[in-house]
C-alpha cells in the first residue's frame, strides 16, 4: 500500500536555490493539496489541485508554485529559497474537494 | 476569516483518565468538521468527519461531537498509545483550515 509518497524526506538548501518538492498518489484521487506546518502556526494551505489541470491559490501562496499535469502527481516549486520557507511541508490528497483529506509523511526543508 | 481554535494545547493525562478536547470555530458556511492524529514525525491521520450540529462519530476510545459553534474530541480510558497530537480542521469551500492541535501524552 503506497498511498501518497513524497520525496526527498528532508532537504538541507542554500537560499536563493531552486527546489521542488516531489508528491505521487495512487489512489487516482481528484484532489491534492501542499500545506506548510510551522510550531504555533498549524498546517496552512499553500496551494491546491480539484482536478487534473487545475490549480488554486491557498492562503500561503508567495514565492511557491505548482502543477497538475496528470492525477497522479502534484510537484511544488520554491523558485528562489528564502530561510522562511524553513518548514515541514505536506502533500495531501481527496477522492475529491471537501471530502477527508490523506496526507503523505512530509518533506522537511530547511533553508539556510 | 476562518478561524480554528484548539484547547488545551497540552494535556497530560494518566492512562484510564478520561477527558475532553475542545476546537471552537468561526466559519462562514460550515461544510464539515475534521478530526486527525498527528504522531511525531509523520503527517496527520485521519479521524472523523462531522458535517451537521448533534451529530456524533466513535472509534475505539475516541468519540467526537459537533454543535454549532464548537466539537469536542472525548477520549475514554485512554492508553499510552493515544498519545499524539490531535488535530482539527473545518472545511469552507475550498480548503481546509487547522487549528494549531492539542498534545496529548498519556502516561501508564
Known amino acids: 500500500i503506497a498511498g501518497i509518497t513524497q520525496a526527498p524526506t528532508s532537504q538541507i538548501l542554500a537560499a536563493g536555490r531552486r527546489m521542488t518538492l516531489r508528491c505521487t498518489q495512487d489512489?487516482?484521487?481528484?484532489?491534492m493539496y501542499w500545506y506548510r506546518q510551522d510550531l504555533g502556526l498549524g498546517l496552512r494551505l499553500i496551494h491546491y489541485?480539484?482536478?487534473?489541470?487545475?490549480?488554486g491559490k491557498g492562503e500561503v501562496p508567495d514565492g511557491y508554485s505548482v502543477s497538475r499535469a496528470n492525477t497522479d502527481d502534484f510537484p511544488l516549486t520554491l523558485a528562489s529559497a528564502v530561510p522562511s520557507q524553513t518548514s515541514v511541508y505536506f502533500c495531501?490528497?481527496?477522492?475529491?474537494?471537501?471530502?477527508?483529506?490523506?496526507f503523505g509523511q512530509g518533506t522537511r526543508l530547511t533553508v539556510v | 476569516e476562518d478561524q480554528v481554535t484548539q484547547s488545551p494545547e497540552a494535556l497530560r493525562l494518566q492512562e484510564g483518565e478520561s477527558s475532553s478536547l475542545n476546537c471552537s470555530y468561526t466559519?462562514?458556511?460550515?461544510?464539515?468538521l475534521f478530526w486527525y492524529r498527528q504522531d511525531p514525525g509523520k503527517g496527520p491521520e485521519f479521524l472523523f468527519t462531522?458535517?451537521?450540529a448533534g451529530e456524533e462519530k466513535e472509534k475505539e476510545r475516541l468519540k467526537a461531537t459537533l454543535t454549532k459553534k464548537e466539537s469536542f474530541l472525548h477520549i475514554t480510558a485512554p492508553k499510552p498509545e493515544d498519545s499524539a497530537t490531535y488535530l482539527c480542521?473545518?472545511?469552507?469551500?475550498?480548503?481546509?483550515?487547522f487549528g494549531a492541535g492539542t498534545t496529548v501524552t498519556v502516561r501508564a
Open positions: 480542521a473545518v472545511l469552507n469551500d475550498y480548503k481546509l483550515s
Open positions: 466559519v462562514s458556511g460550515l461544510r464539515g
Open positions: 495531501a490528497s481527496a477522492v475529491r474537494q471537501g471530502l477527508e483529506a490523506f
Open positions: 489541485s480539484n482536478t487534473a489541470g487545475t490549480t
Open positions: 462531522l458535517y451537521s
Open positions: 489512489m487516482r484521487h481528484n484532489a
